[in-house]
């Protein structure tokens, strides 16, 4: 089932009622509103006039729904989830707490060539030069310990949107401010992901920081980020949309990512049920029962 993402811009009351939640409006003229929290996979509070009642947010984090807070710029701040999100969760914390170096290099090393790949076809898409990120990727060696990750980055960006003096920093000029928020909510999909697959988000392979709380969903989105390219690619070619802000119309277009058809392991998925698989099969690779993480490929 395709899991909901839902976005409150607005001041609202939420609350449950027969275990769904109920959507109240202090506008007198609208009527409640009621949504099965067993359909949400998201919910993005943007309004700092939002109330939440208690039993709604014990009902939807046993959903596993992540519950995503907005700063006064309007960008995730915060993540809510589960403390306790798989049954046997304490036995997948430890095959992931006893995980040698040389298996973490390893999934490093499938884990950015396949970004380098996706970042490839994606420029490939675009009817860009792609053929040097392809022979990049095949070059990552265990641990991408000659750090092609970051040229590759340098030299997709460049290219990649056709805008001149463009560069990808996290304060710079539109399109990244689009950028931001698509990773941000890439990163609460990812983090959902992990928790429901029974894993630490915050014990990372490379982006190991004692002030993140989630460098593993940092560094498992990576695949995924030329998704999130792709669609502010689409958002900006569009002569009809102001991209130089970010708009309550373009966050509608972003928000439509949990949802997207990717496809990966030879089948196509919503990308929120393709993230259980990447999280699943990383436990496995952490257990010892596979050797492989399933990531998406951008086609």
């Known amino acids: 089932m395709i899991k909901r993402t839902l976005l409150f811009s607005n001041p609202a009351y939420l609350s449950t009622k027969n275990k769904q939640l109920l959507i109240s409006f202090p506008e007198k003229d609208k009527d409640d509103l009621t949504v099965p929290i067993e359909d949400i996979g998201l919910l993005i509070l943007e309004s700092p006039q939002i109330t ?17 807070t907005c700063d006064k710029q309007h960008m995730p701040c915060a993540l809510l989830q589960p403390l306790s999100g798989h049954s046997v969760q304490s036995e997948r914390f430890r095959y992931q707490l006893n995980a040698s170096v040389p298996l973490k290099k390893n999934i490093w090393q499938q884990t950015i060539t ?14 860009q030069d792609y053929k040097t990120l392809l022979r990049w990727a095949s070059e990552v060696k265990s641990g991408d310990s000659t ?14 949107f056709s805008i001149d003096g463009y ?10 401010n689009l950028l931001n928020y698509g990773y941000a909510i890439l990163r609460a999909i990812t983090a959902r992901a992990l928790i429901g697959s ?14 993140n709380a989630f460098g593993l969903a940092d560094d498992i989105m990576e ?5 999130v390219d792709a669609m502010v690619y689409d958002i900006i070619q569009d002569e009809n949309v102001d991209w130089s802000e970010l708009s309550i119309n ?21 990308l929120l049920s393709a993230m259980s698989r990447t999280t699943n099969s990383l436990y496995e690779c952490f257990a010892g029962i596979a050797r492989k993480v399933l990531y998406p490929n951008f086609i």
């Open 198 to 211: 029974g894993m630490l988000p915050s014990v990372a392979i490379y982006h190991v920081n004692k002030y």
């Open 250 to 270: 373009i966050k509608s277009k972003l928000l439509k990512l949990p949802v997207l058809d990717v496809m990966i392991d030879g089948r196509k998925s919503p």
């Open 167 to 176: 560069s990808r920093t996290l304060k710079g000029d539109p399109p990244n």
């Open 52 to 68: 939440l009642t208690n039993k709604l947010i014990e009902l939807l984090v046993s959903n596993n729904v992540a519950i995503v």
């Open 223 to 227: 695949p995924y980020r030329p998704f």
């Open 147 to 160: 750090q092609v990750e970051g040229a590759a980055a340098a030299y997709y960006f460049q290219r990649i």
């Open 114 to 127: 396949s970004k380098i790949v996706n970042q490839a076809h994606h420029l490939r898409k675009r009817k």
